[in-house]
């Protein structure tokens, strides 16, 4: 019997109508059999929440695809719920492979885990399954507004490489995930490096200007880099400063390395 190809579930934080997620889908249909499930709404910064009022409902979209149609899954819900109900409830046999991406934005630093690109690609390592979160920089003002006029042609062309080796070789033992950044002006000749996160923030709140504390007053924020402090081999230096693709291996376990003699010893 013939083995059938890969299931690769793609999916985003950007919303069902991304850019984005339309050109990972596309090119990654060179690699396997594509499943696009993702957020029905725009849900950046969503994490890996699991909201109690999110409803779940799912929405058939039709998404063209390399000049032909074929169907999507809107849910209404997180990037982490859209991907268990992809994978529980969707795919109609066991996933291979999640990509969540291309975000519009980079997403470096100790606040990655308000990233919702990164929290779907968590969300399908804790099943299990290799998984990739590729991110795009780009100016602040397409955070929230995918849009065709970015080029997303050098992120796909380091998806895929990434997303091959995974398919054939799968990730190395300890590691999840892999959390992927291309800096704006990258080109497929660009160098990748293997980074670690920084333990720095990248993006800092700004206070909002109201006069009244009732009034709204979402919070802004601004990037900053540390350079004094910053880790030679970080995600921030290589997206923000060297202008190289960053690669970095993640796991799920967050357990700091602390010998237990030490910490016998801070508790005495």
Do not use: C
């Amino acid at each position: 019997m013939q083995e059938r190809p890969p299931l690769i579930l793609v999916t985003n934080d950007d919303g069902i109508h991304s850019p984005g997620l339309r050109a990972a889908a596309a090119a990654l249909e060179d690699l396997g059999d594509v499943l696009i499930v993702a957020p029905a709404q725009q849900q950046s910064g969503a994490g890996r929440s699991m909201p109690p009022a999110s409803e779940g409902r799912i929405l058939r979209e039709k998404i063209r695809l390399n000049g032909r149609e074929i169907e999507g899954y809107g849910v209404e819900g997180s990037p982490a719920q859209v991907v268990e109900h992809g994978i529980v409830e969707i795919a109609p046999r066991p996933v291979a492979l999640v990509v969540s991406g291309v975000n519009y934005g980079e997403n470096i630093g100790s606040g990655i885990t308000v990233s919702g690109t990164v929290g779907a690609a968590m969300e399908g390592a804790s099943f299990d399954i290799p998984a990739l979160a590729v991110s795009l920089q780009t100016e602040p003002e397409h955070y929230l507004n995918p849009t065709d006029a970015i080029d997303m042609g050098v992120a796909i062309h380091f998806m895929k490489l990434f997303a091959r080796q995974t398919l054939e070789a799968g990730l190395l033992p300890g590691v999840d995930l892999l959390k992927i950044d291309v800096p704006m002006h990258a080109t497929p000749d660009t160098p990748w490096r293997w980074t670690i996160i920084s333990k720095q923030r990248y993006f800092y709140p700004v206070k909002p200007h109201r006069r009244r504390p009732s009034d709204p007053g979402p919070m802004g924020f601004e990037t900053r880099i540390d350079t004094d402090r910053l880790e030679p081999d970080s995600d921030i230096r290589a997206v923000a400063l060297d202008g190289v693709v960053s690669v970095t291996p993640v796991t799920l376990d967050m357990t700091a390395r602390v010998e237990r003699q030490e910490l016998a010893r801070w508790l005495t």
